[in-house]
């Protein structure tokens, strides 16, 4: 849903950025995860599920990290230098590679972003447009600030709904009054 958020507000340039080592798996386990493939097939399935461009940016592992993240301990050290490395990519709107992967060390990809070439790819497939099921999905975001947990003591009533519980209930008919002005001003562009 918060991939669905984001292209519903309008994305056309995602941003994506991995850490710079990745440890998958215990040192001498015989599989390998290939990061670099992971990341280019996440990155790929979110551009071409939202015909959006994806920036990834992973940063770099140098030799001076190593040293302060391991303190003299060896089997950090082993740890991070055996780790999958990230990589950094760029990837158009239906999932291509616009920028060969950056694996390990430091450099710049580039590429040209058309964003006309997305709303070309929109007209085949729109997932937060006419692709989408109006009349049976709704996601509502409410972008007030939030507490980042909260605590519910004692027994919860069996009548009580998350609604009655939340401190701060949204307003629904003002929402859908928004959802129905949105939905006319794409179909009159459109």
């Known amino acids: 849903m918060a991939r669905f958020a984001l292209l519903a507000q309008g994305e056309q340039v995602h941003i994506a950025?991995?850490?710079?080592?990745?440890?998958?798996?215990?040192?001498?386990?015989n599989a390998a995860y290939n990061l670099t493939d992971a990341i280019r097939i996440r990155s790929a399935a979110h551009a071409f599920e939202g015909k959006v461009f994806n920036v990834v940016a992973s940063c770099a592992?140098?030799?001076?990290?190593?040293?302060?993240v391991s303190q003299g301990n060896d089997e950090v050290r082993s740890i991070l230098n055996s780790a999958p490395p990230?990589?950094?990519?760029?990837l158009g709107p239906q999932g291509e590679l616009l920028a060969q992967p950056q694996v390990e060390g430091e450099a710049i990809v580039a590429?040209?972003?058309?964003i006309a070439l997305s709303i070309e790819q929109k007209q085949f497939h729109d997932i937060v447009g006419y692709y989408n099921r109006f009349d049976v999905?709704?996601?509502?975001?409410?972008?007030?600030?939030?507490?980042?947990?909260?605590?519910?003591?004692?027994?919860?009533?069996?009548r009580e709904t998350a609604r009655e519980i939340d401190?701060?209930?949204?307003?629904?008919?003002?929402?859908m009054a928004r959802h129905n002005e949105e939905s006319a001003r794409?179909?009159?562009a459109g």
């Open 186 to 188: 794409w179909k009159a």
């Open 167 to 175: 401190r701060s209930p949204l307003d629904e008919s003002a929402t």
């Open 17 to 29: 950025t991995y850490p710079p080592a990745w440890p998958t798996r215990r040192l001498g386990a």
């Open 86 to 90: 990230s990589a950094s990519m760029i």
């Open 111 to 114: 590429a040209d972003l058309d």
């Open 137 to 158: 999905f709704r996601l509502v975001i409410d972008q007030r600030p939030q507490e980042p947990i909260s605590a519910i003591t004692g027994a919860m009533d069996t």
């Open 61 to 68: 592992l140098d030799e001076h990290t190593i040293e302060e």
